[in-house]
């Protein structure tokens, strides 16, 4: 089974940009598809996006355009890069195996001026 462990969190003004690392051990990661979802207090995890271990990439309609997926599979690591921060993308986020089921312990990330 595979252990995900997030980080990139953290506070950004509107308008900036952030990168989410989703890092992977116990398993040959590269054939493990990843998927990036985001939680808001009182609120269900919602998905954002998804790569497969061929390195296509699924993102949700509500993110499509700021949102870019990608994989480094020589560093056991995917990356989610948001673009164009907006207040309602604050939210903890979250790498998960969508297969197995692992989740990782999250990431806050904080939209603020």
């Known amino acids: 089974q595979v252990q995900l462990v997030e980080s990139g969190g953290g506070l950004v003004q509107p308008g900036g940009s952030l990168n989410l690392s989703c890092a992977a051990s116990?398993?040959?990661?590269?054939?493990?598809?990843v998927d990036w979802y985001r939680q808001t207090p009182g609120n269900q995890r919602e998905f954002i996006a998804r790569?497969?271990?061929?390195?296509?990439?699924n993102v949700a309609d509500s993110v499509k355009g700021r949102i870019t997926i990608s994989r480094d599979d020589a560093k056991n690591t995917v990356y989610l890069h948001i673009d164009n921060l907006k207040s309602e993308d604050t939210a903890v986020y979250f790498c998960?195996?969508?297969?197995?089921?692992?989740w990782g312990q999250g990431t806050q990330v904080i939209v603020s001026s």
């Open positions: 116990g398993s040959i990661f590269s054939m493990y598809a």
């Open positions: 790569i497969t271990m061929s390195g296509r990439t």
């Open positions: 998960k195996d969508p297969y197995g089921g692992s």
